[in-house]
């Protein structure tokens, strides 16, 4: 059983994966979610939940996430049978997926791929040199193999794409608002408090005396001071009413925070609540023991209002619109829950019923990878 094969690391809620079929299990089953989660953000923009634009966006940071456990994956590929071989670390409570340190690793080795590339032999010499220990020393070329999934790792490194650490922000044009410029700004973290990938897409006005990207005055503070909050323990409205206090010709209309996770599984994830029952009753086959979360926090500005900026001048401050009954707790105009899930586990879900799943929207993953939008 996989539960046997997950060793605890000294922190109670990481564990590492120590064994190799394990650690291929693991990597099998995020390809699987990975594979559905583009079609999550189709879906939401044909219902007009996401404009084309932002779905692009989304998109491109889902396949950052995808990449990064393809990369993982030939670091850890050989884990257990080479001798130097590492061993993945994740956090296995409300998160599933690897702790922050493993990419900011990842970020801290593609520095030094060319080095390390430029030591290794091509791949063919590598697959040449494991051919002729099976002919003529008739054993399993080992080291061979775990050279070769290093090499691997440190070519998808330098071919990027990936989802890092820290994704800086950037702006895409979206075009005018009167006199102002519109912007939709982007960035993306892996959150180390929860060990979850998040974006966040922050739609600006702006009307400063030159375009935003190109202002050397305001763009780089502006992207100091919105990587420095992100930060899943910081509500929506603190980031956006301090970004609206310190930034004066930039104006925040819009801020949506997105978290990818947690991803639950019998097999790897310790679950509390009423998805762990789900689950254990599922008894679903390999590869469809899972549940991933998908959580879209939501603040939008109701109006502006003139306030005093010094002795004789004003400015435009943002009134953000926050859900009646949350809002105060959240900093929120509202917050929904999605969940992705295989057929299987859909079925139980819906049998129980539990109370704490029933506001949840579900997708659910059908046969031949189908995708189907629930309510």
């Given at each position: 059983m996989a539960d046997n094969s997950?060793?605890?690391?000294?922190?109670?809620?990481?564990?590492?994966?120590?064994?190799?079929?394990?650690?291929?299990r693991y990597f099998a089953k995020f390809a699987r979610i990975g594979s559905h989660l583009a079609r999550v953000a189709a879906e939401l923009e044909s219902e007009g939940r996401l404009t084309r634009t932002e779905s692009r966006l989304l998109g491109r940071y889902l396949a950052?996430?995808?990449?990064?456990?393809?990369?993982l994956n030939h670091k850890y590929q050989m884990t257990g049978r080479?001798?130097?071989?590492?061993r993945l670390t994740i956090?296995?409570?409300?998160?599933?997926?690897?702790?922050?340190?493993?990419?900011?690793?990842?970020?801290v080795d593609a520095q030094q791929a060319d080095k390390h590339l430029s030591g290794m032999a091509s791949e063919t010499e590598f697959k040449d040199r494991m051919v002729r220990?099976?002919?003529?020393d008739l054993k399993v070329p080992v080291e061979l193999q775990f050279?070769?999934?290093?090499?691997?790792?440190?070519?998808?490194?330098?071919?990027?794409?990936?989802?890092?650490?820290?994704?800086?922000?950037?702006?895409?044009w979206l075009g005018q608002a009167g006199s102002r410029r519109k912007y939709l700004i982007h960035w993306a973290v892996w959150d180390g408090q929860v060990n979850l990938p998040v974006v966040y897409l922050l739609d600006v006005e702006e009307d400063g005396s030159r375009p935003l990207p190109e202002d050397a005055y305001r763009w780089p503070p502006m992207q100091q001071k919105l990587l420095a909050q992100s930060v899943g323990g910081l509500k929506l409205l603190t980031i956006a009413t301090g970004f609206d206090d310190d930034f004066e010709t930039t104006y925040p209309k819009r801020l949506r925070r997105i978290t990818l996770g947690p991803m639950y599984s019998a097999g790897f994830t310790l679950q509390s609540g009423p998805i762990s029952k789900v689950l254990e009753d599922a008894r679903a086959p390999q590869g469809e023991d899972w549940a991933l979360v998908w959580t879209v926090e939501d603040l939008v500005s109701d109006r502006e209002e003139m306030v005093k900026n010094g002795w004789f001048s004003s400015r435009p401050k943002q009134i953000f619109r926050l859900d009646p009954l949350t809002g105060a707790d959240t900093g929120t105009?509202?917050?929904e829950r999605m969940i992705v899930l295989p057929?299987?586990?859909?079925?139980?879900?819906?049998?129980q019923n539990p109370a704490g799943l029933r506001g949840i929207r579900k997708f659910v993953v059908g046969a031949g990878g189908r995708l189907i939008p629930g309510v």
């Open positions: 997950v060793k605890e690391a000294l922190v109670s809620d990481h564990a590492e994966l120590y064994d190799a079929e394990v650690a291929r950052g996430v995808i990449g990064t456990f393809q990369a080479a001798e130097r071989a590492p956090d296995r409570h409300e998160s599933g997926f690897p702790v922050a340190q493993e990419v900011l690793m990842m970020a220990t099976i002919l003529r050279a070769l999934s290093q090499r691997l790792y440190y070519e998808a490194l330098k071919a990027g794409g990936l989802f890092w650490a820290r994704n800086d922000p950037d702006a895409q105009t509202g917050i057929e299987r586990p859909y079925q139980v879900l819906v049998e």
